[in-house]
């Protein structure tokens, strides 16, 4: 892993060692919500339905939990006496593209954190999520959760990130990062975040309750199009780099329809609304393409980005 960046590093003086639980702790987000969270002095617990335990080689208390379900929350919940949670939801693997189910485990989960008499709870949404036109069916439940959540009573903040790096590498998505390229769904100006400054961000909410508690902040680390994506990775490399299309637009309008017109959203309309500007209000070193490349550290194939010098 490289190096960790500052921001959240100086909470852990200020309220040392409570106890966090992050639902779906194994994810692309739920991985760095861990790493940021313990790097500003939080316990952290993770919940993962594996009893491998690859949690605790990150520092985190791996609780076996499917944290779609109620009666596993309510057990997590006992088990670890966290009064503090970071909930995710997902459409497309675990409530298996149903905004119903989405909507149903998210339910559960803030049900959950009610019961157990959570202080506060941390839900990941989408930013503009409810802008987006019709067919953008994967971010539905996440308007109808943020209003369940404020009619709940259950003390929360809102992250609301813009597209992660990390779909830069993604090679469950056919998008493994390669030497040399950089490919994306969209060549255009897009709004990019860190996963990792998720995490930053919800270690600065949960330790300044009397501040987020209530409040919604959208997560927009950096704003670029993919040529600017592409000179980052250069710069970071030392040697070229081509920004291509992952599939022709004809392609992605025919058989990404969902993702299309999400896309559409960033492309004709500009959006979503929120700015790096406005991040770095509350989070100043929010990492940029150039960052994340150099925090990634390297291809989907292993291999370092920026190759160690060799020993004299
Ligand atoms: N991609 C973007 O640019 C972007 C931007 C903004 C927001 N988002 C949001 O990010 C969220 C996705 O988060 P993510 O990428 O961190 O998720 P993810 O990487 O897809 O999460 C994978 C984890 O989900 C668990 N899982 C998979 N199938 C499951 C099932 N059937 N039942 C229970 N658990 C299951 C597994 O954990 P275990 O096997 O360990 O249990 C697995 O490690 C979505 O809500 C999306 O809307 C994405």
Redo the contacts with the bound molecule.
Sequence with gaps: MNQPFTTTQSLSATKPFEKVLVL?A?????RQVCRALREAGFEVFG????TSNTLARQGVKAVVC???LRADLDQAFAKTGAKKVFV???????AKKSVDLEFAQGCAAIDAAKAAGVDHLIF?S?ADAEFFDEHVT??KA?VALEKYLKQSGVPFSILR????F??LDDAANFNPLKKGVVKFLSTQDCKYCA?YDIGRAAAIQLTHPQQWLGKTLDVVGWQGDLSQVAAALSKVTGAPVKAKLAMPIFLRRLFMKDLHHMFLYYEVQKGPRGTPQDFKKVLPDALSAEDWFRFHGQYANGEKIVPLAPAH
């Design positions: 779906n194994t994810g692309k987000v739920g919940t993962t339905r594996s499917n944290y779609t995710i939801t997902d459409f497309f693997a675990a990941m989408v994967h971010l996440k990130p813009c597209a992660f990390e779909n996963t």
